[in-house]
């Protein structure tokens, strides 16, 4: 049995050694058929892409069609099955942190994305005792406040995020790809380049980064296009980090982070910059996020939101993210954001999905952290939470290549008819 005593406090609360052990009742989902008969009926009625074989007691099952090498599933444990079928990606997670199942060759990611490219997330059903099971964890998640789901993520241990982190700033948010092998490094500079130049920063002008994470936005905006700025964070080790940041690039005369809520800012700055912020605020608060943007902004200033977004009708909520990764998050719907922004009378300039770049950036983080998850203390980092950080980075690359993840960025400003570049960045 794992020992969750000294895993972070949100994943021990999480993980259930007893639950993660016991044959889950699916009598309502399969009457008569075993789990096993019914993954593998599941998988050849909807696995078209590509070729899987499940391999379980010595026997290869095939599935699929594709003259690509196939990708080996290796069931190491019955309870596999039942998870799956009656938790979608929550039980497939779950299962993998188990070590019920292993994808032979590190083909974990190939595999995910096969099965998000069939929907086969979409397809398997719940039955009642999960539907009220994620009832019940959404409500929790809901009933705390937003600095406090966003402290269990971010404040969970800064040797944690050193361990695939390896850009300059520590940048925690999708980059900018030419090229499918660019490092961690290039990838973020880029991005912020970007950023800087879709808003037009020019020397002198004030830059508000809301949800600063560890100042790399205005740590760059300060070096490279001469910007001053102000950072606000609720995280209390990213307020640590920006600060000592600031320090060793030589900009803390120039740039300066407050611990607290963006709600309580006051001022008037010429550009203003979300990188990665609006996830963590509740659908209900979308009006007192926007409304602060208008009220903080200059009035011929413009803003950039960057955020994980969703592309479909209805915003689902992963339910493995929602318990073990980002708990009371969220993925707002585009026509969500553009509501807010006509109802505050700031005008889009620009829309831009970045999801395929999302899938590079994660390639690097699960490389990265696949080398170096080893140096982690393995009493504080047992092989339980590994398992369920190696799975997070996985589904986000298999999401972003083969789901309904959208990466966007909105540009927008308060005055419609100033001068504003001819060509996209």
């Given at each position: 049995m794992t020992d969750t005593r000294y895993m972070p406090e949100h994943a021990a609360r999480a993980f259930d050694a007893k639950t993660s052990r016991r044959q889950l009742s699916l009598a309502q989902l399969l009457g008569a058929r075993q789990p096993k008969d019914a993954f593998f009926e599941m998988l050849s009625r909807h696995l078209h892409q590509g070729t899987l074989i499940v391999r379980h007691n010595g026997v290869d099952h095939h599935f699929g069609a594709g003259?690509?090498?196939?990708?080996?599933?290796?069931?190491?444990?019955?309870?596999?099955?039942?998870?799956?079928?009656?938790?979608?990606?929550?039980?497939?997670?779950?299962?993998?942190?188990?070590?019920?199942?292993?994808?032979?060759?590190?083909?974990?990611?190939?595999?995910?994305?096969?099965?998000?490219?069939?929907?086969?997330?979409?397809?398997?059903?719940?039955?009642?005792?999960?539907?009220?099971?994620?009832?019940?964890?959404?409500?929790?998640?809901?009933l705390l406040s937003p600095a406090?789901?966003?402290?269990?993520?971010?404040?969970?241990?800064?040797?944690?995020?050193?361990?695939?982190?390896?850009?300059?700033?520590?940048?925690?948010?999708?980059?900018?790809?030419?090229?499918?092998?660019?490092?961690?490094?290039?990838?973020?500079?880029?991005?912020?380049?970007?950023?800087?130049?879709?808003l037009e920063i020019e020397p002198g002008q004030s830059l508000l980064d809301i949800g600063c994470g560890k100042g790399g936005m205005l740590i760059h905006a300060a070096l490279n296009f001469g910007a001053r700025g102000v950072g606000v964070t609720n995280s209390v080790a990213h307020h640590a980090r920006a600060q000592e940041n600031a320090a060793k690039y030589g900009v803390s005369d120039r740039v300066r982070f407050i611990?607290?809520?963006?709600?309580?800012?006051?001022?008037?700055?010429?550009?203003?910059?979300?990188?990665?912020?609006?996830?963590?605020?509740?659908?209900?608060?979308?009006?007192?996020?926007?409304?602060?943007?208008?009220?903080?902004?200059?009035?011929?200033?413009?803003?950039?939101?960057?955020?994980?977004?969703?592309?479909?009708?209805?915003?689902r909520h992963d339910p493995f993210i929602q318990k073990y990764v980002f708990p009371g998050s969220d993925t707002p719907k585009l026509s969500a954001m553009t509501t807010e922004l006509e109802k505050n009378s700031l005008a889009i300039l620009d829309v831009e999905n970045m999801a395929r770049h999302y899938a590079v950036t994660l390639r690097r983080w699960l490389e990265a952290f696949r080398a170096n998850s080893g140096t982690l203390d393995p009493v504080r980092y047992d092989t339980v939470f590994k398992r369920m950080w190696e799975y997070y980075l996985s589904c986000g690359i298999a999401s972003a290549m083969a789901g309904d993840q959208a990466l966007y960025q909105l540009l927008f400003t308060k005055d419609y008819h100033a001068p504003y570049r001819l060509q996209r960045v």
């Open positions: 003259e690509e090498a196939p990708i080996v599933l290796r069931v190491l444990r019955d309870e596999f099955f039942s998870r799956v079928l009656a938790f979608g990606n929550l039980g497939m997670g779950e299962a993998f942190m188990a070590q019920d199942f292993e994808v032979e060759d590190g083909r974990l990611v190939d595999c995910l994305t096969m099965l998000c490219r069939a929907g086969l997330h979409k397809k398997l059903r719940s039955d009642w005792s999960f539907l009220f099971r994620y009832a019940g964890m959404l409500a929790s998640n809901r406090t789901n966003v402290r269990r993520h971010y404040d969970i241990g800064e040797d944690v995020f050193d361990a695939f982190l390896l850009d300059r700033y520590q940048v925690y948010s999708c980059g900018y790809a030419h090229a499918q092998d660019d490092d961690a490094d290039l990838l973020q500079q880029r991005k912020l380049d970007r950023i800087c130049q879709k611990l607290g809520d963006y709600r309580e800012i006051e001022g008037s700055f010429d550009r203003i910059v979300s990188v990665g912020m609006l996830e963590h605020v509740r659908a209900k608060d979308y009006a007192a996020y926007f409304g602060a943007i208008e009220r903080l902004l200059a009035p011929k200033g413009r803003g950039l939101v960057h955020v994980i977004g969703c592309n479909t009708a209805i915003n």
